[in-house]
């Protein structure tokens, strides 16, 4: 996301972690009665797989006992849920988030409805500490806002509210007042769903869950936002993925909307780095009297919005920069984090260069601002060293040199594309180190040299006079 001080995006993205780290990057579509098709968001699956020893798990993966991706629930978890549809037909808590508007401004209501299974012999649900609980059914209060199924009635639920306007605060996102990151302005609202913790236990057969997200009334959600009020929906199907794109009634996208699904699509098969999730859930953010902190903003898998007034024609295209953030399903250690913006930005201009929205040299003057040294002592591997918008912008000119690099070392035959490839096809976080020995590997030693010069030090590379021409992609 970008401040409105200068910088796109911020990704906080532990829903990539949980949902594209451990394999099941889209929802599997499970049956929904015909009237809430419409409404019906998302399905999510994670179904346990007998190993000797296990009886429970725990949803998101990210926390709790199955937080590491190498234990043994972390295995279990990896290896039971892919991407594809259950092929089984083990038994599973099913996990409704249904989410409403409420009256009161500033406030949103979500129900969570389960029907459990009879294998299932605990189930413990902690709520985020923001959350007011006003109703429940079948489930006794354990302190600390987890609450614990009574074990009586199969069919259970919990309703709480939730406040609405959030702010982005590096890299956290918290409740205040002034400019928003999230906000419900009364006609309309963007909100993030609330990802409470899950953890279960079961008797003899294993036990999964599946969660479908819905909206009452009007709205609509991907995987982790969701946008109450009225609005048109256009979709575009590319290159396996879905592209849902949300026009509130209070707002007119300043582009073309066929431009702007165009440009997505496009972008869509242009970038071959892995990671391409079903469904891409985008909302243009109405502008008229709301502060927002961001220009763009996105979360989870491929949930993102972006200001409605954004333009295409643009080195720094929020659109794109979002969308390949929602590219980016690897995990990074903080001496790699870098990569998260330093790429969007570059790919962003460098996507909207070969789709014909931006000139060369447009391109250029932008990244030949990041190279004139008001970023004094920033390194990249080293986060706290960061001048502001360092990661975008110091970030983007090493992506744009690294890439030129590749490419000249491997006659065109690979680029960054390749790195960013098998940092997305690793389970493991990836580190500083990592990043280089991968240069060297897809480069050369020349290049794995240049990537620990200009990451690890203050040296800048050049600006290149024509770091976007060369083949490959
Ligand atoms: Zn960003």
Partial sequence: MRLRSGLVCAML????????????????ALSVSAEDVDAVISHSVLAGETVPGVRQLSW?????????????????????????????????IAYTQRFVQVKQQGTFQASHEYRVPEELRSLRVRLPPAATVTDKSGFSHAGNGTYEWTGARTAVSLTYQMP???????????AVSDEYAYVDAGEWAIVEQPQPDHHWTWDDQPVGLERSVRVAGEGAAGQRMVYFGPYREYTREAHGQQFRLIVPEATALSVDRRALLDSLAAASDTLRVGDRDDEVFVVAAPTEGVEWQLRGLQRGPADFWVQADEPLATPENVWLHEYVHTRQGYRLAPDLEWTREGTAVYYAALLSLE???????????????????????STLSSPDTWEPSADYCLGALVASDLDRRLRLASDGERSLQTVLRRLNAREQPATAETFVILLGSVGDGSVAAAGSLYTMTTERPSPSPSPFRGPGS
Avoid: W
């Fill in 60 to 92: 998101p993966p990210h926390r709790g006992v199955s937080a590491a991706p190498d234990s043994p629930l972390g295995t279990l978890i990896a290896s039971a849920a892919g991407p594809q549809e259950p092929t089984d037909q083990r038994s599973a």
């Fill in 164 to 174: 609405a306007n959030r702010s982005h605060d590096d890299g956290d996102l918290r």
């Fill in 355 to 377: 789709q014909g929205l931006v000139s060369g040299d447009a391109i250029r003057a932008r990244l030949d601002s990041c190279a004139d040294g008001e970023f004094g002592a």
């Fill in 13 to 28: 993205c532990l829903g990539c972690f949980v949902l594209v780290g451990f394999g099941f990057t889209g929802g599997a």
